[in-house]
């Protein structure tokens, strides 16, 4: 079965600086796409960045990239330049086929002022 | 605003009993899913609909059951609810595709809130 392990829990940065939170998860497939979701406290899933598994190419969306590392079944959120608002829990997700998405544990991360 | 909406956003209820959450796709989309997440949990998988058809169970109690209506409104039934079902749930919905091939990511309503007191 499809795991997804994000191994941090919290994370903490402070405001205008960058912070990476890791995600792996285990497969057998060969096809398939990998998910950030933003849970802010008002607890809407929030949709932050996705990657096809077949692109080699690192998703970017404006100050939220990814590092995508097929082979070691990795795949971190870069959060560039992080703002107040970026306080949330981050959900790291697989999905293939006819699977359904698998979450993470999620991460909660801090920004401090 | 994802285009899904649930209703209720809150309900509150007692042991025992028997509630109904309801999920409106966005326009278009055939599948919809279900999920729980309990405090400071992620999400648990519970069921899929495609086009009116289950396509997916995930971890579902037997007290828990869904359906998807011909206008592709879905409803998650829970019965003999105890204090352990109190959660958030989600719907989430997919762009309209095959849903063996549907990749796309899942668009999320604002959840329902239950408590069981």
Redesign the interface.
């Known amino acids: 079965a499809q795991t997804v392990t994000q191994s941090q829990p919290e994370m903490s940065v402070q405001e205008a600086e960058t912070v990476t939170l890791s995600c792996t998860y285990d497969t057998s497939e060969s096809d398939?796409?990998l998910?950030w979701?933003k849970q802010p406290p008002?607890?809407?899933?929030?949709?932050v960045i996705?990657q096809?598994a077949y692109k080699q190419q690192n998703a970017t969306e404006n100050r939220f990239s990814v590092n995508f590392q097929k082979a070691a079944k990795s795949f971190s959120l870069k959060i560039s330049d992080s703002q107040l608002g970026d306080a949330a829990m981050y959900?790291c997700a697989y999905?293939?086929?006819?699977?359904?998405?698998?979450?993470?544990?999620?991460t909660r991360l801090t920004v401090k002022p | 605003d994802s285009g899904v909406t649930q209703t209720p956003k809150h309900l509150i209820t007692a042991t025992g009993q028997r509630v109904t959450l309801r999920c409106s796709p966005r326009s278009g989309d055939l599948s919809v899913y279900w999920y729980q997440q309990s405090l400071d949990q992620g999400l648990q998988f519970l069921i899929q609909y495609y086009n009116g058809e289950e396509r997916a169970k995930g971890n579902i109690l037997e007290r828990f059951s869904a359906q998807q209506f011909p206008d592709l409104h879905s409803e998650l039934n829970l019965s003999s609810l105890e204090l352990g079902d109190s959660a958030l749930y989600f719907c989430a919905s997919s762009p309209k595709g095959s849903a063996y091939l549907s990749y796309n990511e899942q668009f999320f309503g604002p959840g329902t809130r239950l408590t069981v007191l």
């Open positions: 398939y796409y998910f979701y008002s607890r809407q899933m929030i949709l996705r096809e959900f999905r293939s086929g006819s699977d359904d998405m698998r979450f993470g544990a999620g």
